[in-house]
């Protein structure tokens, strides 16, 4: 699978770069600087792009930047977007245009290389992955909201391992519990929600994603 | 009439102030001046309310801020220069008459109060008696009486509130504050500010050490003992050692958490990724009630004082939010000129604590930034920030030009100015003097013989006053735009 990486510390870029190859993936470019990220996305075309939020030569959000001026480019681009803090506004940005194929993870994640590769899998197959931090921060400033307070705790959890982006299975295996009780919970919890129910994984992610956003910005 | 009055209560004020004088000095009756002054306080008070309230104009106070109160020493007695007291009665009154005695704006007050019969007599009494000589005119029986009469009553009628003007400018010329006495305010302010600065910097930077040391150091620290209890273990126990590299994941982890609280409450990320703006949407965002940002800024502040804007807005909707009862706030950052300004329009009940306004008040002042709070218990409370230079850096850039009038004076004094002056002016003297016949084009030997002369000098005076203008028109502009851009705006930045 191919990859373009844009990270500025050298030693955190050489170690994804490591940790993507001895994972089979193909690092087609490793880049430093907002423009290059611009260049590679475009023109290699990746599976999946990996970037940093603060790049070089503004040291601001130029990473984010890039990579969204690149979905606009080539709608659908696979990005999972890393850095050392996670905002919701940011998130925001990153699902605002609603084709998927997105993350947004903090860069603790990647110490754990197992679920980090697992994320970028994901985010390259078109699916999601979002920082259980990001979750946490949505559902707790929709906490006074009426119909989540009306979920269970069991549903709770059901709901933010789902807004992360996982798929009924993953989410079965994380709580120790059946698929077909996961498929329980995620039906009630889309009855209580008034959402429409799909059998998609992913269509399902954006949808919870989408309700977590629509709500707060009203 | 109330000037006539007001007039006649100074004089009778100043005869008593005299007199006190004379006991104060004369006597060494001390005790008398502090009376003496307040009273002169509040009259002169009363003046300046006047100018106010009569003529539109403002005079400030310029009196020295008054002492602080004795401090009681640690050994239970009060100092006031070598001597010590057992109750702050008399510290007290000691510095309070050192205060006014000391003060310029005392003496000042005394010298105003003096003239001020006179003047406000004089100013007071002008248009009266030019009304009443107006009325009682007609009564000569002469033609001309009737009209003239009138005449002399309108301009009585008309004279007045210009007189009330004069009166004004006259108690600006003594009550209002000296250019010293302005300058000494602003550098107590900025003693003060720059004080206050320090402090809560001092103490930022303690806070962030102590968050450092009880935090991220300690978890480092416990994370190498793990890590060299595992190295230990690796060979004979490989599965313990894993238990351990875990743990040592987990405490990594958990260190990176607390350094990036950390961060946030140096500089947050977003603030220095997006500007204040988008650093108040996302802080909008994660507050548990429902914030509605709004905002229009050109152009990004420069970061000290995005920083100071940032945390006040961050303390005040902490505060904003936790009050009971508190649904709804809407924050609207906007720009008015040079000056940033913040409104936080929240439904709680409270304001907010004294505590909080003072810290918030603290991070602005250093900036000129103040914090105003309006709104009735009961209704929505309006938090209004100001940061009257926060965007002075973007548009200072444009230096005053010269207006299009001063140019074409200027153009029109060089180009024309020698014409008069030199051929119409200075050679037809000579022509004149020299008796010459030639009258050529000289504007002056063609007019009649009595008017030759005066034409002459006009010529000359008009050229001169031509060039002299053309001359220092540009020198005084360029003065005054030497002194707007030595004046520093960002006194906090450019020092």
């Known amino acids: 699978m191919r990859v373009v990486i844009a990270e500025d510390l050298h030693l955190l870029r050489e170690g994804l770069v490591h940790l993507l190859r001895a994972h089979g993936f193909e690092v087609v470019a490793a880049v430093e600087s907002g423009p290059e990220l611009l260049k590679a996305l475009t023109e290699e075309r990746p599976e999946v792009a990996i970037v940093d939020v603060r790049l070089p030569p503004t040291f601001t959000d130029e990473g984010l930047q890039a990579a969204l001026e690149a979905r606009r480019r080539v709608p659908g681009l696979p990005v999972l977007v890393l850095s050392q803090h996670v905002e919701q506004l940011y998130a925001r940005e990153l699902l605002a245009d609603g084709s998927g194929a997105v993350g947004y993870l903090l860069k603790d994640r990647v110490l754990n290389a197992h679920q980090f590769v697992d994320a970028v899998r994901r985010v390259a197959d078109g699916g999601t992955a979002m920082d259980p931090e990001v979750i946490a921060k949505l559902l707790a400033s929709k906490a006074r909201n009426e119909p989540l307070g009306s979920l269970t705790p069991r549903e709770r959890e059901v709901l933010e391992l789902m807004a992360e982006g996982r798929s009924n299975a993953a989410i079965s295996q994380r709580l120790f519990l059946s698929e077909s009780a996961v498929g329980k919970h995620t039906a009630s919890i889309f009855g209580k929600l008034a959402l429409a129910p799909s059998d998609d994984d992913n269509r399902r992610v954006l949808a919870v994603l989408a309700y977590l956003n629509a709500a707060q910005a009203g | ?495």
């Not at chain 2, 301009?155 to 006495?181: E, F, I, K, N, S």
């Not at chain 2, 507050?287 to 000290?304: A, K």
């Open chain 2, 1 to 495: 009439m109330a000037l006539v009055l007001a007039a006649l209560a100074e004089a009778v004020a100043t005869v008593a102030g005299a007199m006190s004088l004379i006991l104060v000095y004369g006597l060494g009756m001390v005790f008398l001046l502090t009376p003496v002054v307040r009273m002169h306080r509040v009259l002169t008070g009363l003046a300046r309310s006047r100018a106010w309230a009569w003529s539109g104009i403002r005079v400030p106070e310029p009196y020295d801020p008054p002492p602080p109160p004795p401090v009681l020493q640690p050994d239970g007695w009060y100092r006031s220069e070598r001597t010590l007291y057992k109750t702050p009665t008399v510290p007290a009154w000691n510095m309070r008459w050192k205060w006014m005695f000391a003060d310029p704006a005392t003496w000042r007050d005394m010298l105003w109060l003096a003239l001020d019969p006179f003047v406000s007599g004089v100013l007071g009494l002008l248009p009266l008696l030019l009304i009443g000589c107006g009325v009682a005119t007609p009564f000569l029986w002469h033609p001309f009486a009737a009209p003239l009469g009138l005449a002399v009553a309108a301009a009585g009628v008309l004279a007045a509130p210009r007189l009330l003007q004069a009166h004004a400018r006259w108690t600006v010329l003594l009550l209002a504050p000296t250019a010293r006495t302005l300058l000494a305010g602003t550098m107590r302010h900025l003693a003060r500010t720059r004080t206050e600065a320090i402090d809560s910097q001092s103490a930022e930077l303690q806070r962030i050490e102590r968050e450092l040391h009880d935090g991220a150091q300690a978890r480092l620290i416990a994370m190498g003992m793990t890590l060299g209890a595992a190295e230990g273990l690796v060979r004979d126990d490989p599965a313990a050692a894993k238990v351990l590299l875990a743990r040592a994941r987990e405490a990594s982890a958990t260190a990176l958490g607390e350094l990036r609280r950390v961060v946030r409450g140096i500089h947050p990320p977003v603030l220095a990724e997006r500007g204040l703006g988008d650093a108040v949407r996302a802080l909008a965002l994660d507050s548990p009630i429902q914030v509605t940002v709004e905002v229009d800024l050109p152009v990004r502040p420069e970061p000290p004082v995005e920083s100071a804007a940032f945390f006040a807005v961050s303390e005040l909707l902490t505060d904003a939010a936790g009050q009971p009862g508190a649904e709804r706030v809407l924050i609207d950052i906007s720009h008015q000129g040079a000056a940033l300004r913040v409104t936080i329009t929240g439904d709680g009940d409270a304001e907010p604590s004294e505590e909080v306004r003072h810290g918030v008040e603290r991070r602005l002042a250093s900036f000129d930034g103040v914090l105003a709070v309006s709104g009735v218990p009961g209704s929505p409370t309006t938090l209004t920030l100001d940061l009257p230079y926060a965007l002075t850096h973007t548009i200072t850039d444009k230096a005053p030009k010269m207006p299009g009038w001063k140019v074409f004076l200027v153009v029109f004094g060089w180009s024309l100015g020698w014409l008069p002056l030199f051929p119409q002016g200075l050679v037809s003297m000579v022509f004149k003097l020299s008796g010459t016949e030639e009258r050529a084009w000289f504007l002056a030997l063609h007019v009649p013989e009595p008017f030759q002369w005066p034409v002459i000098v006009f010529m000359i005076c008009l050229g001169a006053v031509m060039i002299g203008m053309a001359a220092t028109i540009p020198l005084r502009h360029s003065r005054e735009r030497w002194l707007a851009e030595a004046t520093p705006h960002r006194l906090w930045l450019e020092r």
